[in-house]
């Protein structure tokens, strides 16, 4: 098992940037596939990003490609998610997931309490 704790949100203005952290403790960081997801008011839950256990395989959601970056710190047990560029529909709760079987896809094993990101226009 493995808890997960996500740091870094906060208010931003429109075209700013975030940097989100995920640490992670319990269960060896490293032999979980990390996802990021995120869930605005009013609207499910979504996928992010996603990064494998060595971090290769990385996927991104259509609508954050080219602003975003997922990356992990094994030797840290952390995970990261950089925002770049950030729009007001960007505005949700950022949650970090883990996951046992697989890189992408399905329902995570493990979830964070989540941070909030609120972008202003």
């Known amino acids: 098992q493995v808890q997960l704790v996500e740091s870094g949100g906060g208010l931003v203005q429109a075209g700013g940037s975030l940097s989100l952290s995920c640490a992670a403790s319990g269960r060896a960081f490293s032999s979980y596939a990390m996802n990021w997801f995120r869930q605005a008011p009013g609207k499910e839950r979504e996928f992010v990003a996603a990064i494998g256990r060595s971090g290769g395989n990385i996927y991104y959601a259509d609508s954050v490609k080219g602003r975003f970056t997922i990356s992990r710190d094994n030797a840290r047990n952390t995970l990261y998610l950089q925002m770049n560029n950030l729009k007001p529909e960007d505005t949700a709760v950022y949650y970090c997931?883990?996951?046992?079987?697989?890189?992408?896809?399905?329902?995570?094993?493990?979830w964070g309490q989540g941070t909030q990101v609120t972008v202003s226009s």
């Open positions: 997931a883990a996951k046992t079987v697989g890189v992408v896809g399905g329902t995570p094993d493990y």
